[in-house]
DNA sequence: AAATCCCACAACCGCCGCCCT
DNA sequence: CAGGGCGGCGGTTGTGGGATT
């Protein structure tokens, strides 16, 4: 008997999200807390399926998010962690505070991978790429390194094979103060600061979509987002306490809603 | 100014592993 | 122990916007 798919295809929406649905989301969440992704559609008033409101709040709605490019900082970490750990984008992003899966996986896809193979490194093995190589010894070559891998992964050695990446992890990416700190934690960890030490950056240089945080204000200011106003007072916050403590409001969130109806003029802080 | 191309990234799909019954 | 449900993960696709012709 095969799996059911994860929602009822029928009638169901699909595509961009608009503002309005993200804040249905938003709302719920925060009232009610992540409970069962299956049943917050419907509990929530979306068309949409669980799954989909799963993504879209841990892709894009999560207060904790940092948003625009990633630092060259980010960049070479992402790159050190591929090269032990493949293409386990969400093992990776647990390093990255703030930065999700798919965000890294699109940055390595559309950014990385060529900078690499501009730097004459091989993206899949992080080896030099010979130049000499015809493309057809390259394409056999890359074949048989899936094939050892798959090999290796099928063998009993795997978690001995693992025990030492992770080992080789710790020693190799401790080499500074800053990483040894970003190491000690992951997404889920996100070092808890008070409302009032968070800064909100005056400009968003790194931001492509040219967006600030005064957007967020705006939203904080709005009826449905009355949630947001007591930001300072945690007590109000409920169970969400632990997030919303370390809400770094990035210049793009929640970036949909701000595009579609808002436009920024003065910046303001916290 | 319009058409086409290209790029970045949000979102979807299908599979997998874990947990519960 | 087996089967089903759910959340999570990684690969892929679709779309919107900017660049180029």
Redesign the pocket.
Known sequence: ?G??P?CEKVGLK????TAEEDKKLINFILTNGQC???AIPKLAGLL?C???C???W???LRPDLKRG?LSDYEEQMVIDLHAQLG?????IASHLPGRT???I???W???IKKKLKKMGIDPLTHKPLSTIEEPQQQLQQEQKQQENKKEAAETSLESAIIEVMREEEKSTLMFDPMEEMIHSFCTDEVPLIEADEILIPSSSSSC?SGLNNNNILQELQSPDFEWLCGFNNKSQLGLWDDDFTSWDWGPQCP??VLDQEYSWDTNVTF
């Open positions: 008997m799996r059911q994860c699909k595509g961009p999200w069962c992704w299956r949409r669980g799954k989909s799963r993504l879209r841990t892709n894009y490019l293409n386990r984008w969400s093992k899966d798919n965000e996986k699109n940055h896809n559309t950014h492509s970036r949909m």
